[in-house]
C-alpha cells in the first residue's frame, strides 16, 4: 500500500524536474514570433531577427529586415522559468552596438517562450514557437 501512496509523488517529481528552465539551453535555435516574424538565437550568444514587425524588436540602425544582436537571458532564480531577456542590437557590422533591448520572460515550454508581461491590466506580451 505504501508504494501505491508513493507512485503519484514519483509522477510529481518526475513531471516537475523534467521540464527544462535554463535559458541557455531553451533560447538557442529558430522561434516564430507571435506578432510576425523570427528570432534566431544561437548558442554562442549571437542572433538576429527577421522581419519582426513589432517595433520593439526592430534595431533602429539595421539596414533592411534583419536585425543582428548579442543576447543573454537571466533567470529570477535558480530553476525560475521568469527571467529577463537582454539583446543588444549591433549594426550590421556585427561588431558596434546600437542599443538594446530588456524583456522579461516566461518559459512555458521548450517550444514555447513569452515574452513580456501583463502589466495593469494591458497584455503587453508576445510569445515565440520554436520551429
Known amino acids: 500500500m505504501k508504494k501505491l501512496l508513493l ?22 535555435g529558430t522561434w516564430s514570433v507571435e506578432s510576425g516574424g523570427t528570432f534566431t538565437f544561437n548558442a ?22 534583419t536585425s543582428y544582436f548579442t543576447w543573454t537571458a537571466t533567470p529570477n532564480s ?19 552596438s546600437c542599443g538594446y533591448l530588456e524583456i522579461a520572460y516566461k518559459i512555458k515550454s521548450k517550444t514555447k517562450v513569452q515574452l513580456g508581461a501583463n502589466v495593469l491590466g494591458f497584455d503587453l506580451s508576445d510569445d515565440i514557437t520554436k520551429q
Open 44 to 65: 554562442d550568444g549571437t542572433g538576429y531577427s527577421l522581419n519582426t514587425t513589432q517595433s520593439m524588436y526592430q534595431s533602429s540602425c539595421a539596414l533592411g529586415d
Open 7 to 28: 507512485l503519484p509523488f514519483l509522477v510529481f517529481t518526475l513531471y516537475f524536474t523534467s521540464c527544462e528552465k535554463d535559458p541557455a539551453v531553451i533560447f538557442p
Open 78 to 96: 535558480t530553476n525560475n522559468p521568469r527571467g529577463t531577456l537582454r539583446m543588444d542590437f549591433l549594426y550590421d557590422d556585427m561588431m558596434t
